[in-house]
């Protein structure tokens, strides 16, 4: 009976007899087990708990319901593993990045089996079985957004009045969520936190929590802004900095540099207003657009200007 465990979650097979009111023949077609080693009636070994009641089965009647991840996925090492993963990569893998609580699933092969590595999509070793890995708890951090059970978007999160608390930033309710997603209030399950919201998802108008327990519309700022590093209160924007398209997709960057940086400040610059004023002559905007040549040639048709007066008032143009 080595093959399950009790907890397991597991699939019923088509071994199951047709007058079972289990197996996958009909709605009941997984189940939990909840003992093992002949404490089944009618000398059946497996007790497998399904929607209140219990069916009574052998290994060939279930199939264990392997996790099903996807790359990005934070995990933690199984009891079914084979070796001690975390040994493992900290004597061999850990100048790739040090194991801190979690590993992430780097790629997965037609069979089902996952490479994983302590950073995304960084090196690691070679495919384990899926089951060697199972979803890694989760753990709010304030300033992140997470997803609700529902699919839902909440943050950023800030800390609560007791340390395993968190609330909405900026909002009135800080004991909102515990640490590990779960509803304070304990009757809104479909509002429980159940994972990271991804860094590259469009979907940011699906509603952002709010106080009082109300999902108002989250519509997207439009506005561009760019992120710059930001050194003794100053910003430092690079030369030539990217232009997001929004403000949440430039918060979204800044967490991710600052998550890159640690210790390192990054800002959020929003475009909030242009000044630009319209030149009185063609010859002006020609000058200014910096075609210099067709500038000076329109100034002398209208001006009758020799060449060298020409090309000075061109020149004083551009520099003022």
């Known amino acids: 009976m080595a093959k399950f465990k009790v907890g397991d979650k597991v699939r019923f097979t088509d071994k199951c007899c047709r007058s079972w009111w289990f197996g996958p023949h009909t ?10 080693n002949g404490l089944g009636t009618y000398e059946y070994q497996v007790c497998v708990d399904v929607e209140q009641r219990v069916g009574n089965v052998d290994d060939e009647h279930i199939e264990l319901i392997v996790p099903s991840f996807k790359v990005g996925d934070r995990v ?11 040994d493992h990569w900290n004597e061999y893998w850990s100048e790739f990045g040090e194991y801190e609580g979690a590993f992430f699933v780097t790629e997965i092969n037609s069979r089902g089996d996952i490479k994983y590595s302590s950073k995304p999509g960084g090196d690691g070793p070679h495919f384990i079985p899926a089951d060697w890995m199972t979803p890694a708890p989760l753990k709010l951090e304030a300033g992140k957004y997470y997803r609700t059970r529902n699919g839902k978007r909440v943050g950023p999160l800030m800390k609560g009045w007791a340390p395993h608390l968190f609330g909405s930033q900026g909002y009135s309710l ?10 304070n209030s304990g009757w809104e ?5 159940v994972a990271e ?4 998802s469009d979907d940011t108008n699906n509603g952002v929590w709010r106080s009082a327990g109300f999902f108002l519309d989250a519509p997207e700022s439009t506005t561009n802004c760019i992120v710059a590093l930001i050194e003794n209160g100053q910003p430092k924007p690079a030369t030539h900095p990217y232009v997001h ?5 430039a918060e979204t960057e800044a967490g991710r540099l600052a998550r890159k940086h640690k210790g390192r400040e990054f800002g959020v610059y929003e475009l909030v ?9 063609e010859w002006q905007r020609l000058a200014l657009d910096g075609q210099t040549i067709d500038a000076i040639k329109k100034l002398r048709e209208i001006a009758g200007m020799s060449l060298r007066a020409a090309k000075a008032a061109v020149t004083d143009c551009r520099a003022a």
């Open 76 to 86: 933690v090492p199984s009891d079914k593993a084979g070796t001690d993963l975390i």
């Open 245 to 249: 398209p929004s403000r949440n997709k």
């Open 174 to 183: 800080t004991s909102e969520w515990y640490s590990d997603g779960r509803r």
């Open 273 to 281: 207003v242009t000044k630009q004023e319209q030149a009185k002559h």
């Open 197 to 200: 919201w991804p860094s590259d």
């Open 189 to 193: 399950t479909d509002l429980d936190i």
């Open 27 to 36: 709605a009941h077609k997984e189940g939990v087990i909840s003992g093992l």
